[in-house]
């Protein structure tokens, strides 16, 4: 079955503690985009992976680290998470990285920093 | 910079209503459009894409035109269902990679 898979789910942590949140798809799919969901913001775009090797920032980059070392994972590093990236997180990727590719997501990871 | 902004909300409407969420966009060059649809505890899934000005995107029985004239997308539905309860974003992509979305508009269809 086509899907994007995000581990974990759900995380409480607290302040200061490194966490990774895995993303992976098996659609052979060449773009790759973290987003955030937060309540009356709508989604906003972390960042995006344009390739193997090539990543760029979003919207809202700052406190988060990605990598694309294989086509089919890109992780969402937050190296030392403070409460306000407190949101659920969405992985999504895309067949081309053209504008006119429908983005699959992921269910979602639901972050707690305390 | 890009931005999408999407009539607020909650809406709520009675079955077989007639729908209307209002779009609008800022974008350089040339945009697709989409709409996404977001149902209680999951990811978002596409509901209807244009990636050109004038086409118009459909399924599902919900249509939006793509109007370049008026920077708009609206989605609209003859007759809702009780199915349709869901949150439903509007957003833009472009070649450069980028997304955006807007707000969201929650949709709740009672019986």
């Known amino acids: 079955e086509a899907q994007v898979t995000q581990n974990p789910r759900y995380l409480i942590t607290v302040t200061g503690k490194k966490l990774t949140v895995t993303c992976s798809q098996n659609m052979n799919h060449e773009y790759m985009s973290w987003y955030r969901q937060d309540p009356g913001l709508g989604l906003r775009q972390i960042y995006y992976?344009?390739?193997?090797?090539?990543?760029d920032k979003g919207d809202v980059p700052e406190g988060y680290k990605v990598s694309r070392k294989e086509k089919r994972n890109f992780p969402l590093i937050l190296e030392s998470p403070s409460p306000n990236q407190t949101s659920l997180y969405f992985c999504a990727s895309s067949l081309t990285s053209g504008s006119t590719g429908e983005l699959f997501f992921g269910e979602g990871s639901r972050l707690t920093v305390l | 910079g890009n931005s999408v902004t999407q009539m607020e909300g909650p809406v709520t409407l009675s079955e077989e209503a007639f729908l209307t969420i209002n779009c609008t966009y800022t974008a350089t060059g040339y945009p697709s459009l989409f709409w996404y649809v977001q149902y209680p505890g999951e990811g978002l899934q596409l509901l209807l894409k244009?990636?050109?000005?004038?086409d118009k995107g459909s399924n599902k029985g919900f249509e939006a035109t793509y109007r370049k004239e008026t920077t708009s997308f609206h989605l609209e539905k003859g007759s809702v269902q009780v199915s349709d309860s869901a949150v439903y974003f509007c957003?833009?992509?472009?070649?450069?990679?980028?997304?955006?979305f807007g707000d969201g508009t929650t949709l709740t269809v009672k019986p």
């Open positions: 244009a990636t050109k000005a004038d």
């Open positions: 957003a833009l992509s472009t070649n450069a990679g980028k997304s955006t």
């Open positions: 992976s344009m390739n193997v090797e090539v990543t």
